[in-house]
């Protein structure tokens, strides 16, 4: 690093430890190793590196760098990142060149006469105490310290650009960015409406994933077994137990009750470093869950508050700029710790090559906008919808899981049409499951509401197919068909007619029916997957 004095270098320095790990070698402490006796204040230590490159023309900075790099490595292959604070003349850059070859990098920082005069005036530092700032610029090194700006890989002026901007580039100089958007994200979703088991396939595949994010609200309840009882999730991600080295996110676009995820928050034991919400998530009020409860009784909404909360955010605007009302996450005291920035997470994730899974909720019939209006949430449920929730580009995306029940639900009450409704009876009757066991586990989890159900529905699974692109089919309840179903662990111990079924799917959708879900218990998934 070359700059100026007051160019931002400390600021970059400081940033490349935080961002990177950076191991920081400052020049000063090399003179100071090679010329003991001289005092640490700023213009002698500018004579001392002086007197240093007209002896040998700045190789001396080379020669001292790779004793320190010698015993910060341990005799071994250097790795990771060195930053020099700072370089003062060509020499020494191509001291270090020299040594180190393509692995150097050179970024060069500025700002104009007058910004640079203006920082010196208001900073305080103990070496800075007695000297002048035009004393400083009168060395002659200080005074073509520019010069260097034509050799450097990068130039940045650092009064056009804000210090974020500055390790940006910086950061991109280094190659610490993907040069390709790697695919490292995974996203399931719901393709009926809602209710699919997401929560029990994420259970299952979790602990493959190094971050875990989950978009949405409180309407909709996800279970993963356990025991004594099953574990519910109405905010967090379904895989918070089953990957316990995880980390934990939710997206800008999550809505979120207070009250009940600091209660799943306590129940989970979430420490605040495995957790982040994102600073513009939407807080949901008591107020929003009663106008709701008002407004939406006609088509059974969950009343959770979430679409009254989803409308304030959107309407809400000028009352927010003006200070009038405070509902985002970041404005919440109780949510403080563990406020953050998914961009951010979700970013360094990808550079470290870590692996991700967005869980959805609801279903993809569910959407605002490719749903049945106005049977619909108040969020485009499908894959393009969740990704836009939680900040990640389409490009990121390695595997789209959409999954489907052998019967779709609804909730129970005037929640919109179903082609070929069934009554719990007729499910009883085909799969010889008890009536008053499926009776138990067809009520939603969040309002304990009882569920409507019907047939299979090819062309909405067809649609669902077409609006989410899956890769993947991950299928469900498929001991409704049979409850001899229960007892398979290998696809062929499935019953005929249920092998029947998933050839099918696969030949509707064209895709790989992936998972199936044969109860729920321990071991209930038949994995088929390639990868």
Same mark, same amino acid.
């Given at each position: 690093?070359?700059?100026?004095?007051?160019?931002?270098?400390?600021?970059?320095?400081?940033?490349?430890?935080?961002?990177?790990?950076?191991?920081?070698?400052?020049?000063?402490?090399? *003179?100071?190793?090679? =010329?003991?006796?001289?005092?640490? =204040?700023?213009?002698?230590?500018?004579?001392?590196?002086?007197?240093?490159?007209?002896?040998?023309?700045?190789?001396?900075?080379?020669?001292?760098?790779?004793?320190?790099?010698?015993?910060?490595?341990?005799?071994? %292959?250097?790795?990771?990142? #060195?930053?020099?604070?700072?370089?003062?003349?060509?020499?020494?850059?191509?001291?270090?060149?020299?040594? #180190?070859?393509?692995?150097?990098? @050179?970024?060069?920082?500025?700002?104009?006469?007058?910004?640079?005069?203006?920082?010196?005036?208001?900073?305080?530092?103990?070496?800075?105490?007695?000297?002048?700032?035009?004393?400083?610029?009168?060395?002659? %090194?200080?005074?073509?310290?520019?010069?260097?700006?034509?050799?450097?890989?990068? +130039?940045?002026?650092?009064?056009?650009?804000?210090?974020?901007?500055? $390790?940006?580039?910086?950061?991109?100089?280094?190659?610490? #960015?993907?040069?390709?958007?790697?695919?490292?994200?995974?996203?399931?979703?719901?393709?009926?409406?809602?209710?699919?088991?997401?929560?029990?396939?994420?259970? @299952?595949?979790?602990?493959?994933?190094?971050?875990?994010?989950?978009?949405?609200?409180?309407?909709?309840?996800?279970?993963?077994?356990?025991?004594?009882?099953?574990?519910?999730?109405?905010?967090?991600?379904?895989?918070?137990? &089953?990957?316990?080295?995880?980390?934990?996110?939710?997206?800008?676009?999550? +809505?979120?009750?207070?009250? /009940?995820? $600091?209660?799943?928050?306590?129940?989970?034991?979430?420490?605040?470093?495995?957790?982040?919400?994102?600073?513009?998530?939407?807080? *949901?009020?008591?107020?929003?869950? /009663?106008?709701?409860?008002?407004?939406?009784?006609?088509?059974?909404?969950?009343?959770?508050?979430?679409?009254?909360?989803?409308?304030?955010?959107?309407?809400?605007?000028?009352?927010?700029?003006? /200070?009038?009302?405070?509902?985002?996450?970041?404005?919440?005291?109780?949510? /403080?710790?563990?406020?953050?920035?998914?961009?951010?997470?979700? =970013?360094?994730?990808?550079?470290?090559?870590? &692996?991700?899974?967005?869980?959805?909720?609801?279903?993809?019939?569910?959407?605002?906008? @490719?749903?049945?209006?106005?049977?619909?949430?108040?969020?485009?449920?499908? !894959?393009?919808?969740?990704?836009?929730?939680?900040?990640?580009?389409?490009?990121?995306?390695?595997?789209?899981?959409?999954?489907?029940?052998?019967?779709?639900?609804?909730?129970?009450?005037?929640?919109?049409?179903?082609?070929?409704?069934?009554?719990?009876?007729?499910?009883?009757?085909?799969?010889?499951?008890?009536?008053?066991?499926?009776?138990?586990?067809?009520?939603?989890?969040?309002?304990?509401?009882?569920?409507?159900?019907?047939?299979?529905?090819?062309?909405?699974?067809?649609?669902?197919?077409?609006?989410?692109?899956?890769?993947?089919?991950?299928? %469900?309840?498929?001991?409704?068909?049979?409850?001899?179903?229960?007892?398979? #662990?290998?696809?062929?111990?499935?019953?005929?007619?249920?092998?029947?079924?998933?050839?099918?799917?696969?030949?509707?959708?064209?895709?790989? !029916?992936?998972?199936?879900?044969?109860?729920?218990?321990?071991?209930?998934? *038949?994995?088929?997957?390639?990868?």
């Amino acid at each position: 690093m070359s700059g100026p004095i007051c160019s931002g270098k400390s600021a970059l320095v400081r940033q490349l430890t935080e961002k990177h790990h950076a191991e920081i070698i400052k020049t000063k402490e090399l *003179i100071l190793k090679k =010329a003991p006796k001289t005092k640490p =204040a700023r213009r002698a230590l500018q004579l001392a590196g002086q007197r240093l490159d007209n002896a040998d023309g700045g190789a001396w900075v080379g020669e001292a760098l790779q004793r320190v790099v010698d015993i910060s490595s341990k005799g071994q %292959t250097p790795k990771g990142l #060195y930053v020099v604070d700072s370089v003062r003349i060509p020499g020494q850059i191509a001291a270090i060149r020299k040594a #180190y070859g393509a692995e150097v990098h @050179h970024i060069h920082l500025t700002a104009t006469p007058k910004e640079l005069r203006r920082r010196y005036g208001c900073r305080q530092r103990e070496e800075d105490e007695t000297v002048g700032y035009d004393a400083l610029k009168r060395n002659r %090194t200080e005074r073509e310290i520019e010069k260097l700006a034509d050799i450097a890989d990068v +130039v940045v002026a650092t009064d056009k650009c804000s210090e974020e901007a500055v $390790l940006v580039r910086a950061t991109a100089l280094l190659n610490l #960015y993907p040069r390709s958007n790697d695919a490292l994200v995974d996203v399931l979703i719901g393709g009926q409406y809602g209710s699919e088991g997401k929560g029990n396939i994420v259970g @299952h595949i979790a602990p493959e994933y190094d971050l875990l994010i989950r978009v949405g609200g409180p309407n909709a309840g996800h279970q993963v077994y356990a025991e004594p009882d099953p574990e519910k999730y109405y905010h967090l991600p379904s895989g918070t137990r &089953r990957a316990p080295n995880a980390q934990l996110l939710l997206g800008p676009g999550a +809505v979120i009750f207070p009250p /009940k995820l $600091l209660e799943e928050i306590a129940a989970h034991k979430i420490s605040t470093d495995r957790l982040t919400i994102d600073a513009q998530a939407m807080i *949901i009020t008591d107020d929003d869950q /009663k106008e709701e409860e008002k407004r939406f009784k006609s088509i059974s909404s969950t009343a959770q508050g979430v679409g009254i909360a989803s409308a304030r955010k959107m309407t809400g605007r000028s009352a927010y700029k003006e /200070k009038k009302a405070q509902f985002l996450a970041k404005d919440c005291p109780d949510l /403080k710790p563990y406020i953050g920035n998914a961009r951010k997470v979700i =970013a360094d994730a990808i550079v470290e090559g870590k &692996r991700i899974l967005l869980e959805g909720t609801q279903g993809t019939s569910l959407s605002l906008h @490719h749903g049945q209006y106005p049977h619909v949430t108040t969020r485009d449920t499908t !894959v393009s919808g969740c990704l836009a929730d939680a900040g990640i580009a389409p490009s990121n995306v390695r595997k789209v899981i959409m999954v489907c029940r052998t019967y779709p639900i609804r909730v129970g009450g005037p929640s919109g049409e179903m082609a070929y409704e069934l009554t719990m009876e007729d499910i009883h009757k085909r799969s010889g499951i008890p009536l008053d066991q499926l009776k138990r586990t067809e009520t939603t989890t969040t309002t304990n509401r009882e569920r409507r159900i019907a047939e299979f529905d090819w062309v909405q699974f067809k649609d669902s197919v077409q609006l989410n692109g899956p890769t993947d089919i991950a299928l %469900t309840f498929v001991d409704y068909f049979d409850f001899k179903n229960r007892e398979a #662990y290998r696809f062929e111990q499935l019953t005929p007619e249920t092998i029947s079924f998933v050839e099918e799917i696969e030949r509707v959708s064209g895709r790989p !029916v992936s998972l199936l879900s044969t109860d729920f218990n321990w071991r209930n998934i *038949i994995d088929r997957r390639a990868w």
